[in-house]
């Protein structure tokens, strides 16, 4: 058989081990240890939707026999408002407009870190009444607010390789395609033209930007050793190991994390897991001063960094930044 | 909604309750102890034994949470209730205001006399050892919660979900619901919760620029706009009205009679029956059921004290508005007119709410119901809303009513 | 137990019920639409719409097995409720029994005058890629129902735990529970279940040599003597006496009322609290409750119908003693006195029971109330017992008394 | 880091993947799935419990300051039958009594499928008011009924690897211990006499025995074929795969199982997943005629199997027995 995913990705998984953790003189343990359960599970009523996702790449519906109302995704094989009439299958169309305006999740669970960020949208499909949940992309790069909206007109794009789940499909705005992508049944993912991950190009920096720079990375040092003198922002980076490369107009440089720790190391480090790249090197500064969320700026395109995943990472300096705050000012209202 | 006028067969009253201290991880305790320590300072309170309590019902939520598929079965002896009846009841984030209505029920038509209500929680036990962090785990455990076949495989958080409301609602009224008004009312509650020694976030008093500094968890909700993950306990006693009277003549503490209640649970899918997208409107229809059920026509002249289930700032301004406290479209009124500021009619969330107190699920509710009965008797008010929702689109909603008549 | 007398301050009467089809496995139906099918069967049993039912209780037993952790929240627009209240009961195997005595409290308390009663259950989508099976992963997801400090890690599982307090019980009473008795027990049931269309083993008579030869699950629990695992749903329409009668009216099937309910929950672990090893002491507890509220004191003549939770044949006969239908250390007179054989005074499990008409946990409580019902009508008879047990040492117990008035 | 265990196994774990089944003319979609939590759970109150057992071998209960009453395990931290008094942590002794008889799980959930069977029981042990529940073995094999029954001696045994839960102990009786044994704390596993799992010697066969065997090695094969012939009986081995090879004084034999058939192969076979061996071929002829289970005659010892994970396999052929004797019946009662 060949190598193929597993339910549970091997990753996620810990080994059996215990730890002691003292607190207020005393020990307790904690133990890793998971709870789970295996499927080999029917879709039931809703087989046909699924394998004609998979198979055919078409979207069903069910329409009540009485009132005619086509529902998408087929809910119920009875129609509830129809003294439960039977409803027949249906295929519905692959473009639709939003119902409302789309979430869109930067913070993800644990089983789709390396998804975010992407919206979440209900769309009327024609030739349906109700409203298909799918996720949501743009072709243009991150995910960001106002791309789509209530009414914006929305492509169900398929994935090349489908397994008959709801995730074998998501939408992406029409605009963003050719009249013939949208007029395409079953357009695949591999059949859109998306925009390429690649560092922005910052341009040279003015002698003006150099020497603000200079006085940035001198605030950035003191911050920083405030944040390590920090019993409670260091909490923010327990356990956790990055190094990050900075890339500005006038300065490149390292910001590493290690286990609790967080420092700068001059120029651009030899090897990295991530980049992160600014105009303007205050974002970051002002960031870690928390005026102003990192990950907001990364929504905002005003920090760009080469993996959606170092999200992760964000967030940790995002609270890294919220913790020292914190900590200064209720040193600040007892001093 | 019911045909006939909801009403109770036999009037019940809040004689005792209690919350153990929230905090955003119990490491020394499991949710057995925190589960005894609750329904021990009710007891407490109430001044009884639990030789005189006749059932318990339990506010469990989320089954992985506990790690345990009947997680109260233990709890039944370790909280001193062996042999007597044990309900559990489990309705997503509004579990507490289900048990109570739940527990309501059982002694209003007469079954038992006295019934202990306890929701307990431990969810920060979850841990993702990929990010190294518990948070991501935690969501992924409450995602369990969508629909298994078309929502949770194409990322459904509760965050997100509960953005979906909101930004339906913003499309229908784009002038509600400012960021700046949502930053001063997180700011308001930080205020609220520094006479609450219970709440997790006691000390954590925040301005609204820090509220707009915040980052974006799920677009357009910050993170210092929506509610923290807690561990902890609450408790309450009920008790028909003659037993629920000599309990008060023993303790010194008025009876908080429970006057109304209201549940409504939503279509989960856009559908035919479901044409209220941009409102919350479960909680709509339980408040009104629990209005008429209490008497009450004008609830913004007739409540004083709202303890409402804030998982989102902005949540709990189309609530506020839902349930008649402000106009819909128009819940920015809450701060722009002063409505619940210092001063205000209406006291929202004395307690600090699920953002500060603290979201410690089961209990969660439970720690409304105590909070505003705490308020009613020590401030001398008259009437207080308990609120609480939850499911996936905020689709669930319970309202109690509580009177004070002192 | 309740200090006073334990009532209902309204009369509560079942007007409508279904099952669906009990089956080993439901390929082609989710729960979903099990729900719906048995919602519209027991709609259509008492000729009203859903804008007639006030509220719905809903027996779901484990979320795992669902694959979803609020694993009702669909079901309200499915079943055509949506905006009502919708309340998850959930206790283990005892669910519809607890489910049942929560949606009547609701109506006897006067909150609703109508609701519907709910259970449902998808259990054998699970799946053992080990040993290619469903059943070890199904008692395994089943398992993380014992406690999880000092439950689980021991292998303990739901067979085990029923023949942990079985073998006490026998050790207390050494010439009870004789194997040639429970395998005649088993065989009995058998042959009741033929005439249950909706059974899982309408056809598989057994007779007691067979059972004797099945083979061991855990000792001292052989096969045959084991309720099987089903997937089904079930539901009734309760309601307040007068919707009840005029509803009855209309159907010219007559109300069937709940005139007692008793639950208990016993300790989980031995303890001072528990005395009582080697009984199953809630068994005991819930009958009397439901006896007094009844005002039943001698049951093995007042009662003429017994639907009893058979998870094992052994439990069966220990809790027919508790229930006082015979006596302690004396369960085998069920057999040897004849009690409950063709002609006897009480007919046990007209259904088949768990072992075959099906265990589909949620439904299961709720089925045997159906089958009650149906036997009190058509058959004529006065009074039945519905009885439904679970948790980790069969520790819960549930009793319902449903009458027939003509 | 060395290899450690993974708290879930990979070996339990499918790979993503869906299949459909056919039923009655239409098609349904059965899906691998996995619903599944980690944590780093805190052992809260119960910590001081489980470190005891991990760290110093030994057994803690909880006393109560007003009654007086040992619980152990230590459930609570307060008593409610004394109106909550605080309870404290006592130890309590390594030898106890069982309160009941316990039972013998032979059918075991997916988790301890390589663990049964074992005996579960409540120990009240010396010094303690309450019973703890652990798992009971026996040195001398497999564990029968008879071997422990309500107030048979127990002594708890440590595992030699442990980190700290109830599972780090188990007990087996103190009659099958020296005294030394039963008197020292915190006696390993490693420190007991374990029998050895060994074929048993089955002896010469006499000529009559050949015979007999001989015929019974005829039916046997009938059986099979009609085991074969029955799509009823065949579902109890679908998707297995196994060779037994099978032991008697007079004859040796290889039994096939492979993907819903089942066949007979003379001689033994040159390697096998198991060995099953039992004086009298007629006890898995009768088992698998549905005349007393195979499962039980392993249990009453008068069959014997290399390895008590392939429980699994004998638990098939049981149900392949039953399933065939249901089919046979139905048909003469139709006939």
Redesign the interface.
């Known amino acids: 058989m060949e190598q193929r995913k597993k339910v549970i990705p091997e ?4 080994i059996e081990a215990s730890r002691t ?1 003292r ?1 207020e003189g ?1 020990d ?1 343990l ?1 133990m ?2 998971a ?1 789970y359960t295996f499927y080999e599970r029917s ?1 039931g009523e ?1 087989s046909q939707f699924f394998m004609a996702l998979r198979d055919e790449k078409k979207i069903l519906g069910c329409r009540c026999s009485a ?1 005619g ?1 086509v ?1 998408c ?1 087929p ?1 119920l094989t009875h ?3 129809c003294a439960f009439a039977p409803t027949e299958p249906i295929e519905v169309g692959q473009t639709g407009k939003l ?15 390396d ?2 960020p ?1 919206g ?3 769309v009327v499909l024609e030739g349906a ?7 949501l992309y743009t072709t243009t790069g991150i995910l960001t ?1 106002g791309i789509m ?2 009414g914006t007109e929305i492509k169900v794009v398929f994935q090349d390789e489908r397994t008959g ?3 074998d499909i ?1 939408g992406v705005p029409t605009s963003e395609l050719t009249p013939e992508q949208v007029q395409k049944p079953g357009l695949l993912t591999s059949e859109l033209n998306w925009a390429a991950v690649k560092e922005p190009d910052l341009g040279q920096a003015t002698e003006e930007a150099k020497r603000v720079s200079q006085g940035a990375l001198v605030e950035l040092e003191s911050l920083l050793k405030e944040m390590n003198a920090s019993k409670r922002a260091s909490k923010a980076i ?3 190991k990055r190094t990050i490369a900075v890339k500005t107009p006038a300065v490149e440089f390292g910001l590493i994390i290690d286990n609790g720790r967080i420092w700068l190391e001059k120029g651009r480090p030899k090897s990295s897991d991530f980049v992160m790249a600014t105009e303007d090197i205050r974002v970051l500064l002002d960031g870690l001063n ?7 700026a990364i ?1 905002k395109r005003k920090l760009w960094i080469s993996k959606n995943i170092e999200f ?1 990472t964000i ?2 300096l ?1 609270r890294l930044a ?1 913790f020292l ?2 900590e200064k000012k ?1 040193g600040a209202a007892k001093g | ?4 006028k ?5 009037k019940v009253g809040i004689v005792g309750a209690s919350v153990t201290p929230f905090k955003g ?6 949710f ?2 925190l589960a ?1 320590w609750a329904t ?1 300072d009710a ?1 407490k309170d109430a001044g009884i ?2 030789a ?1 309590v ?2 318990v019902a339990y506010g469990i939520y ?3 949470f ?9 709890l ?17 984030g509004a579990t507490g205001i ?1 048990t109570i ?2 527990a ?3 002694v ?6 006295t019934a202990l209500v306890l929701g307990v929680e431990k969810a920060t ?13 935690v ?19 509760a ?3 509960y ?2 409301v909101i ?2 609602y ?2 229908e009224h784009p002038g509600d619901l400012k960021p700046e008004v949502t930053a001063k009312i997180s700011s308001v509650l930080s205020e609220h919760v520094k006479t609450n020694p219970y709440a997790q976030r006691q ?2 008093q925040v301005t609204p620029e ?1 509220v707009l ?9 910050k ?1 210092m706009e929506i509610c923290v993950y807690s561990e902890g306990a609450a408790a309450l006693i009920l008790a028909e009205e003659e037993t629920a009277k000599a309990i008060a003549k023993n303790t010194g503490r008025p009876v908080v009679w429970i006057t109304g ?14 044409n209220h ?2 409102r919350i ?2 909680h709509h ?1 339980a408040a009104q ?1 629990a209005y008429e ?1 209490a008497g009450i026509t004008d609830p913004a002249k007739e409540i004083q004290v709202i303890e409402l289930h804030d998982a989102f700032i902005q949540q709990l301004e189309i609530s506020m508005a839902e349930m008649g406290f402000v106009p819909m479209g128009r819940a920015d009124a809450l701060i722009d007119d002063g409505l619940m500021l210092d001063g205000g009619p209406i006291s929202v969330n004395p307690s600090g709410g699920l953002l500060y107190c603290g979201h410690a699920v089961g209990a969660s509710n439970i720690m409304s119901a105590w909070a505003a009965r705490n308020e009613l008797i020590d401030k001398g008010k008259h009437r207080a809303l308990v609120h609480g929702t ?3 689109i905020c ?2 909603g319970g309202v109690a009513i509580l009177e004070h008549e002192d």
Chains 1, 4 share one sequence.
């Open positions: 990753s996620y998984i810990p953790l607190l005393k307790y904690l890793n240890d709870m879709m809703f009132c109302i529902r995704p809910m129609c509830p408002d119902l409302s305006t789309p979430p869109i999740t930067y913070f993800a669970t644990s089983m789709f870190l998804k975010a992407f979440r949208g209900r009444d109700t409203a298909l949940s799918i996720m607010p909206k209530k789940q709801i995730s998501f327990e356990n956790w928390y005026k102003g969320a990192i990950t907001d929504v992760v967030f940790k995002d919220r705050a914190r209720e | 909604m019911a045909k006939k909801s009403f109770a067969a036999r991880r119990w490491v020394e305790k499991t057995y102890d005894q021990r007891l034994s639990p005189e006749d059932a989320n089954d992985i506990e790690r345990a598929a009947i997680p109260e079965h233990p039944q002896g370790i909280i001193g209730l062996p042999n007597k009846p044990g309900i559990r009841v489990t309705n997503g289900y209505a739940s309501f029920a059982f209003a038509s007469g079954m038992y006399d036990d979850c841990y993702d050892f990929v990010s190294r962090s518990a948070t991501p785990e969501i992924k455990t409450i995602a369990w919660s969508g629909d298994s076949f078309f929502e949770q495989k194409i990322g459904w958080t965050s997100d979900s953005a979906e930004l339906a913003m499309d000390f954590d820090e500094n915040s980052r974006y968890i799920v677009y357009p909700l993170e209640v209201g549940l409504s649970n939503e279509w989960s899918f856009a559908g035919k029956g479901m997208w941009g409107y479960s229809v059921q059920m939850g499911s996936t689709q669930y």
